[in-house]
C-alpha cells in the first residue's frame, strides 16, 4: 500500500512537472536573431559599429595596462590601475587612445584631448590642447605625450629630460610615436626625424626613405616601408632582428620586444619573449595590433581581442573559452564549467589543481586556495589539487547537490539538506554535521556558512573578523564567501555583509537590485538585474574595474581577480595585469545549461521570484519527503533538474509569465500541503 502510495505521489508530480512546458513557453516573436555584418562588431556585449563608421575600434598597450576604444566612441580599460589609469568609463566622442606607462590619453572628436592617471612630469597636462589630429605616450616612469596637430605641427608635455619633448620646431608631420625617452616623427615625403635620447641610437633615423609608419619602443625605434618591409635602429638585440619580415601592414614596439602584422592577417614577434610576449604564431585575422611593456594585444577580423604576455599566473587568460555556463575564481587560477559538462581551467598549477582534462558530466565546480572541487551530474563528487589536509577526500560522497571549496577544506549539500565536510579542521570549519535544512554553502578560508531554507544562516569555523556573526540575518536567498569575509543577498535585492572590512570590501549597504554576489580576498562584486556588475573593495590590481561590463549572468571573485560570463558563454575578466584577451566582439547562440545550478534556475523558484518564497518551501518538502525518498522519486527528481534550467531561465526573462506559471503550479503546491 505504502508503495502505491508513493507510485501515485510520483507519477503526479511528474503530470504537473511536465505540465509546465506549455506551448507559449517557446521563444516564439520574442527570439531573437542575431547576425553579424563586416562593419559591426562588439566589446563586452556593447554594439562597436556606428551609422557613420566615424570611430574605427582599437586597442593601445600601456606599462601594465591595456584600453580599448569602441566604435560608439567609448573607452574600455583593464589591468593596474594604482594611479586611475583605467578610469576612463565616463569618455565619449573618443576617436583615438594612446596608453603610457601609468596613464591613459584620449582624443576626442572635436581634436581635445582627456587624460586619466598619473600626473607624474605633467603628462597628463593636455587639457588645453585644441585641434589635434593623432596623440601618442612615452611608457617609462619618466612619461611624456605629444599631440599632432592637424596643421602638421606637434605639442608635448611631460618629461624632456633627454629633449624628448624638443618638437616645435617639427612641421609637415602626418605620424608621431614616444618611446622611452625619445620621440620619432613621420613626414609627409615618408622620410623620418627624431629627437631625445640617442644612447643606442635609436634616433638614427635620417636616412629613411618610403616609409608609412613608425612606431618607438623603451630602446628602439621601427620603420614600415611602403613595400612591406621594416627597418629599425636602436639596442641591437633580438628586438631588431625584423631584417626577413615582408608583407607588414602595420608595426608595433614594445620595450624590448617588436611586433608586425601581416597582409594576411597573421602576426610575427621578435625580441624578449621571458614572459610569453612574442607568442603570437597562431594569431589569424589580426586587424591592429599594440605592444606594452611585456605583453602584446590585438584586434581580430571579427572583432574579438586576443592578448598574450605578462598576466601573472594567467589566471585572467580566458580568450578561447566558449559556451561555458559557470566560471569559478580561485587563488591564482580559474575554471569553467563547459556546456557539455567538461570543465577548462587556466592558471597557477603547481599542485595540478588546472589538470581537468579527463573530467565529464560536471554540472558545477568550486575552487579552493590550492585545490578544486567538481560535482557529477550522478551526485557523486571529483577533487584535484593539493590533499594534504584531506580536503580532496570526496570519493565516497553521494546524492551531493552543490559543492564548494575552502582554504584546506570542502564541504558538500547533499540532497536531504545535510551537510559533508573534509579537510583541515583547525577552527571547527568542519563541524556541520548537525545542519539541517541547508539550501547553500559557501566556505572562506577557514570558516562554513549555510544558508537554511527559512532564509537564515549558520556558521562555524575562524571568526576572528566577524565573519561568522550571520546569526541574526534573515530574508537571505544567496550566501558568499572569500577569506575573511561573509556576504549574503537578500530577497528585496539588497545585500548585508560581515567580516574583514579593511578595503572597503563589505560597504555594500547602497547596492540595490541585485541578483548575485561574490567575494573575492578583498573585494565583493555583484550582479545587477540590468545585468551590469558593481565592485567595492580593494583595486590594486584593476580587479574592481567592472564598470562597463554588460550582458553579464554570473560573477565570481578570486584572491586579485574578477570572472564574468556573459550571455553569449563568452568569459571576461578582471584583475592584476588583466588583458583584454577575453573581450567578446560578437553575439553568439547561449550556451545550453548542463544540470542544476544555484540561483533562479528552478521553475517555482523563478515563478514566484525567490526560494524563500512558502510555496517554494512547500514543494522543496514535498521533494525531500516524498521524491527523495524512493528511487523512483530520485529518478523523477533528476529529470526535473534537466528540464528545468532553461523554462526557468525563460520564465524570468519573460516576467509577463509569472502568473501563468503560478497558477500552473498551484495543483502541485495545494497537493503538497495536503500531503505535508
Given at each position: 500500500?505504502?508503495?502505491?502510495?508513493?507510485?501515485?505521489?510520483?507519477?503526479?508530480?511528474?503530470?504537473?512537472?511536465?505540465?509546465?512546458?506549455?506551448?507559449?513557453?517557446?521563444?516564439?516573436?520574442?527570439?531573437?536573431?542575431?547576425?553579424?555584418?563586416?562593419?559591426?562588431?562588439?566589446?563586452?556585449?556593447?554594439?562597436?559599429?556606428?551609422?557613420n563608421g566615424d570611430v574605427t575600434p582599437m586597442v593601445a598597450?600601456?606599462?601594465?595596462?591595456?584600453?580599448?576604444?569602441?566604435?560608439?566612441?567609448?573607452?574600455?580599460?583593464?589591468?593596474?590601475?594604482?594611479?586611475?589609469?583605467?578610469?576612463?568609463?565616463?569618455?565619449?566622442?573618443?576617436?583615438?587612445?594612446?596608453?603610457?606607462?601609468?596613464?591613459?590619453?584620449?582624443?576626442?572628436?572635436?581634436?581635445?584631448?582627456?587624460?586619466?592617471?598619473?600626473?607624474?612630469?605633467?603628462?597628463?597636462?593636455?587639457?588645453?590642447?585644441?585641434?589635434?589630429?593623432?596623440?601618442?605616450?612615452?611608457?617609462?616612469?619618466?612619461?611624456?605625450?605629444?599631440?599632432?596637430?592637424?596643421?602638421?605641427?606637434?605639442?608635448?608635455?611631460?618629461?624632456?629630460?633627454?629633449?624628448?619633448?624638443?618638437?616645435?620646431?617639427?612641421?609637415?608631420?602626418?605620424?608621431?610615436?614616444?618611446?622611452?625617452?625619445?620621440?620619432?616623427?613621420?613626414?609627409?615625403?615618408?622620410?623620418?626625424?627624431?629627437?631625445?635620447?640617442?644612447?643606442?641610437?635609436?634616433?638614427?633615423?635620417?636616412?629613411?626613405?618610403?616609409?608609412?609608419?613608425?612606431?618607438?619602443?623603451?630602446?628602439?625605434?621601427?620603420?614600415?616601408?611602403?613595400?612591406?618591409?621594416?627597418?629599425?635602429?636602436?639596442?641591437?638585440?633580438?628586438?631588431?632582428?625584423?631584417?626577413?619580415?615582408?608583407?607588414?601592414?602595420?608595426?608595433?614596439?614594445?620595450?624590448?620586444?617588436?611586433?608586425?602584422?601581416?597582409?594576411?592577417?597573421?602576426?610575427?614577434?621578435?625580441?624578449?619573449?621571458?614572459?610569453?610576449?612574442?607568442?603570437?604564431?597562431?594569431?589569424?585575422?589580426?586587424?591592429?595590433?599594440?605592444?606594452?611593456?611585456?605583453?602584446?594585444?590585438?584586434?581580430?577580423?571579427?572583432?574579438?581581442?586576443?592578448?598574450?604576455?605578462?598576466?601573472?599566473?594567467?589566471?585572467?587568460?580566458?580568450?578561447?573559452?566558449?559556451?561555458?555556463?559557470?566560471?569559478?575564481?580561485?587563488?591564482?587560477?580559474?575554471?569553467?564549467?563547459?556546456?557539455?559538462?567538461?570543465?577548462?581551467?587556466?592558471?597557477?598549477?603547481?599542485?595540478?589543481?588546472?589538470?581537468?582534462?579527463?573530467?565529464?558530466?560536471?554540472?558545477?565546480?568550486?575552487?579552493?586556495?590550492?585545490h578544486i572541487v567538481g560535482l557529477r551530474f550522478d551526485g557523486?563528487?571529483?577533487?584535484?589539487?593539493?590533499?594534504?589536509?584531506?580536503?580532496?577526500?570526496?570519493?565516497?560522497?553521494?546524492?551531493?547537490?552543490?559543492?564548494?571549496?575552502?582554504?584546506?577544506?570542502?564541504?558538500?549539500?547533499?540532497?536531504?539538506?545535510?551537510?559533508?565536510?573534509?579537510?583541515?579542521?583547525?577552527?571547527?570549519?568542519?563541524?556541520?554535521?548537525?545542519?539541517?535544512?541547508?539550501?547553500?554553502?559557501?566556505?572562506?578560508?577557514?570558516?562554513?556558512?549555510?544558508?537554511?531554507?527559512?532564509?537564515?544562516?549558520?556558521?562555524?569555523?575562524?571568526?576572528?573578523?566577524?565573519?561568522?556573526?550571520?546569526?541574526?540575518?534573515?530574508?537571505?536567498?544567496?550566501?558568499?564567501?572569500?577569506?575573511?569575509?561573509?556576504?549574503?543577498?537578500?530577497?528585496?535585492?539588497?545585500?548585508?555583509?560581515?567580516?574583514?572590512?579593511?578595503?572597503?570590501?563589505?560597504?555594500?549597504?547602497?547596492?540595490?537590485?541585485?541578483?548575485?554576489?561574490?567575494?573575492?580576498?578583498?573585494?565583493?562584486?555583484?550582479?545587477?538585474?540590468?545585468?551590469?556588475?558593481?565592485?567595492?573593495?580593494?583595486?590594486?590590481?584593476?580587479?574592481?574595474?567592472?564598470?562597463?561590463?554588460?550582458?553579464?549572468?554570473?560573477?565570481?571573485?578570486?584572491?586579485?581577480?574578477?570572472?564574468?560570463?556573459?550571455?553569449?558563454?563568452?568569459?571576461?575578466?578582471?584583475?592584476?595585469?588583466?588583458?583584454?584577451?577575453?573581450?567578446?566582439?560578437?553575439l553568439s547562440t547561449p550556451p545550453s545549461q548542463c544540470g542544476?545550478?544555484?540561483?533562479?534556475?528552478?521553475?517555482?523558484?523563478?515563478?514566484?521570484?525567490?526560494?524563500?518564497?512558502?510555496?517554494?518551501?512547500?514543494?522543496?518538502?514535498?521533494?525531500?519527503?516524498?521524491?527523495?525518498?524512493?528511487?523512483?522519486?530520485?529518478?523523477?527528481?533528476?529529470?526535473?533538474?534537466?528540464?528545468?534550467?532553461?523554462?526557468?531561465?525563460?520564465?524570468?526573462?519573460?516576467?509577463?509569465?509569472?502568473?501563468?506559471?503560478?497558477?500552473?503550479?498551484?495543483?502541485?503546491?495545494?497537493?503538497?500541503?495536503?500531503?505535508?
Amino acid at each position: 500500500m505504502k508503495n502505491r502510495k508513493t507510485l501515485f505521489l510520483s507519477i503526479l508530480s511528474v503530470v504537473l512537472t511536465f505540465s509546465l512546458i506549455f506551448p507559449s513557453c517557446s521563444p516564439g516573436n520574442d527570439e531573437v536573431t542575431n547576425s553579424v555584418v563586416d562593419d559591426s562588431s562588439t566589446l563586452d556585449g556593447v554594439s562597436l559599429s556606428t551609422p557613420n563608421g566615424d570611430v574605427t575600434p582599437m586597442v593601445a598597450a600601456g606599462a601594465d595596462h591595456t584600453v580599448g576604444l569602441k566604435a560608439d566612441g567609448t573607452v574600455v580599460a583593464v589591468g593596474w590601475d594604482a594611479s586611475g589609469q583605467c578610469d576612463v568609463g565616463c569618455w565619449t566622442d573618443i576617436v583615438q587612445v594612446a596608453a603610457g606607462g601609468a596613464y591613459t590619453v584620449g582624443l576626442k572628436l572635436d581634436g581635445t584631448v582627456v587624460a586619466a592617471g598619473s600626473k607624474w612630469e605633467d603628462a597628463c597636462d593636455v587639457n588645453t590642447w585644441t585641434d589635434i589630429a593623432q596623440i601618442t605616450c612615452g611608457r617609462c616612469i619618466q612619461s611624456h605625450t605629444i599631440g599632432l596637430k592637424q596643421d602638421g605641427t606637434l605639442v608635448a608635455v611631460g618629461a624632456n629630460t633627454d629633449g624628448q619633448c624638443d618638437v616645435a620646431s617639427w612641421g609637415n608631420i602626418t605620424q608621431v610615436a614616444a618611446g622611452g625617452y625619445h620621440t620619432v616623427g613621420l613626414k609627409q615625403d615618408g622620410t623620418v626625424i627624431a629627437t631625445g635620447s640617442n644612447e643606442y641610437g635609436q634616433c638614427d633615423v635620417n636616412g629613411w626613405t618610403n616609409i608609412t609608419q613608425v612606431a618607438a619602443g623603451c630602446e628602439h625605434t621601427l620603420g614600415l616601408r611602403s613595400n612591406g618591409t621594416v627597418v629599425t635602429v636602436g639596442y641591437n638585440d633580438e628586438r631588431c632582428d625584423v631584417g626577413n619580415w615582408t608583407g607588414i601592414t602595420q608595426i608595433a614596439a614594445g620595450d624590448q620586444h617588436t611586433v608586425g602584422v601581416k597582409g594576411d592577417g597573421t602576426v610575427v614577434a621578435v625580441g624578449h619573449n621571458y614572459l610569453g610576449q612574442c607568442n603570437v604564431d597562431e594569431w589569424t585575422g589580426i586587424t591592429q595590433v599594440a605592444a606594452g611593456t611585456e605583453h602584446t594585444v590585438a584586434i581580430k577580423f571579427d572583432g574579438t581581442v586576443v592578448a598574450t604576455g605578462n598576466h601573472y599566473f594567467g589566471q585572467c587568460k580566458v580568450y578561447n573559452w566558449t559556451d561555458i555556463i559557470q566560471v569559478a575564481a580561485g587563488y591564482e587560477h580559474t575554471l569553467g564549467l563547459g556546456g557539455d559538462c567538461s570543465v577548462v581551467a587556466v592558471g597557477q598549477d603547481l599542485y595540478n589543481q588546472c589538470d581537468v582534462s579527463d573530467w565529464t558530466n560536471i554540472t558545477q565546480v568550486a575552487e579552493g586556495w590550492r585545490h578544486i572541487v567538481g560535482l557529477r551530474f550522478d551526485g557523486t563528487v571529483i577533487a584535484r589539487g593539493d590533499g594534504s589536509d584531506g580536503q580532496c577526500d570526496v570519493e565516497g560522497w553521494t546524492n551531493i547537490t552543490e559543492v564548494i571549496a575552502g582554504e584546506a577544506h570542502t564541504a558538500g549539500l547533499k540532497y536531504d539538506g545535510t551537510v559533508l565536510a573534509t579537510g583541515r579542521n583547525n577552527y571547527g570549519q568542519c563541524d556541520v554535521s548537525d545542519w539541517t535544512n541547508i539550501v547553500q554553502i559557501a566556505a572562506g578560508g577557514s570558516y562554513t556558512v549555510g544558508l537554511k531554507s527559512d532564509g537564515t544562516a549558520v556558521a562555524v569555523g575562524d571568526n576572528h573578523f566577524g565573519q561568522c556573526d550571520v546569526n541574526s540575518w534573515t530574508n537571505i536567498v544567496q550566501i558568499t564567501t572569500h577569506y575573511l569575509h561573509t556576504v549574503g543577498l537578500m530577497s528585496d535585492g539588497t545585500v548585508i555583509a560581515v567580516g574583514d572590512n579593511r578595503h572597503g570590501q563589505c560597504n555594500v549597504d547602497s547596492w540595490t537590485n541585485i541578483t548575485q554576489v561574490a567575494a573575492g580576498w578583498d573585494h565583493t562584486v555583484a550582479l545587477e538585474s540590468s545585468h551590469s556588475v558593481v565592485a567595492v573593495g580593494r583595486n590594486y590590481y584593476g580587479h574592481c574595474n567592472v564598470g562597463n561590463w554588460v550582458d553579464i549572468t554570473q560573477v565570481a571573485a578570486g584572491w586579485h581577480h574578477t570572472v564574468g560570463l556573459k550571455s553569449n558563454g563568452m568569459v571576461v575578466a578582471a584583475g592584476s595585469e588583466a588583458e583584454l584577451d577575453n573581450w567578446n566582439l560578437i553575439l553568439s547562440t547561449p550556451p545550453s545549461q548542463c544540470g542544476p545550478s544555484i540561483g533562479m534556475c528552478f521553475i517555482a523558484t523563478a515563478a514566484y521570484g525567490t526560494p524563500m518564497a512558502e510555496e517554494v518551501q512547500t514543494l522543496r518538502d514535498f521533494r525531500d519527503d516524498y521524491l527523495l525518498t524512493n528511487p523512483l522519486g530520485q529518478s523523477l527528481v533528476d529529470i526535473y533538474y534537466r528540464i528545468s534550467p532553461p523554462i526557468a531561465e525563460f520564465i524570468t526573462e519573460h516576467p509577463s509569465l509569472k502568473p501563468i506559471v503560478r497558477a500552473a503550479l498551484f495543483p502541485a503546491v495545494f497537493m503538497s500541503t495536503v500531503m505535508s
